[in-house]
């Protein structure tokens, strides 16, 4: 009979894949080694292999998870932009701003999901990069909802991947505690919409 799973078993698998996204955004995934991440995680090479079976399997339960977070973010969006009847433009804005806040806490995930997808084996590939397209559609979709009259079918995969051109690079440059807050640059970004998008031609 199996041993019963621990009560604290997710939680070291989110302590374990929040230290090997460190690894990897350190050292690049190619050069990061099981050994370096259990040295990371101040355990044993045996104990990490108790959790997962290769440097493969952390990497994509990392992303597994994170983009699964942040399809769930923009379902909370909605579901918030319901609850308290906010505009189209309102909805949009608490979408960046909850994007941005997720990006500030989770920098070294995202950094993972940029650059290290293409090291998936080709069906996990496929899962994830599945997901970032049905995030780029919502977001596309906000978008068309916020602005329709200037957001259509010509221009709206430019204008949506602008956005992101805003928002995903992030955590190369942005720093917590820096001159600017994650909050603030949310700010600005809104600004950019409002005042940009916003405009008619």
Not at 29 to 38: C, E, K, L, R, V
Not at 41 to 70: M, N, P, V, W
Not at 92 to 105: C, G, K, P, S, W
Not at 134 to 139: G, I, L, S, T
Request: aromatic share 10%; proline share 2%; glycine share 4%.
């Amino acid at each position: 009979m199996a041993r019963p799973r621990s009560a604290s078993h997710d939680l070291k698998r989110d302590q374990i894949l929040d230290v090997a996204a460190q690894c990897f955004a350190r050292q690049s995934f190619p050069a990061a080694s099981m050994n370096d991440i259990a040295a990371a995680c101040g355990t044993s090479k045996a104990r990490l292999y108790h959790y997962y079976e290769s440097k493969d399997a952390i990497l994509f339960d990392l992303l597994d998870r994170y983009t699964q977070r942040l399809l769930a973010l923009i379902g909370e969006a909605e579901a918030r932009a319901q609850r308290k009847n906010l505009s189209e433009r309102e909805a949009l804005n608490e979408l960046v701003r909850a994007f941005l806040t997720e990006y500030e806490n989770s920098a070294t995930r995202h950094q993972a999901l940029v650059s290290d997808t293409k090291f998936l084996g080709e069906a996990q590939r496929e899962l994830i990069l599945n997901r970032q397209r049905d995030v780029v559609a919502a977001f596309t979709r906000f978008l068309r909802r916020a602005y329709p009259q200037r957001v259509n079918a010509a221009n709206q995969t430019a204008l949506t991947m602008m956005l992101f051109g805003m928002i995903n690079w992030t955590f190369t440059w942005l720093r917590p505690g820096g001159a600017m807050s994650y909050a603030a640059f949310a700010d600005e970004v809104v600004a950019v919409l409002e005042g940009g998008l916003g405009t008619q031609n």
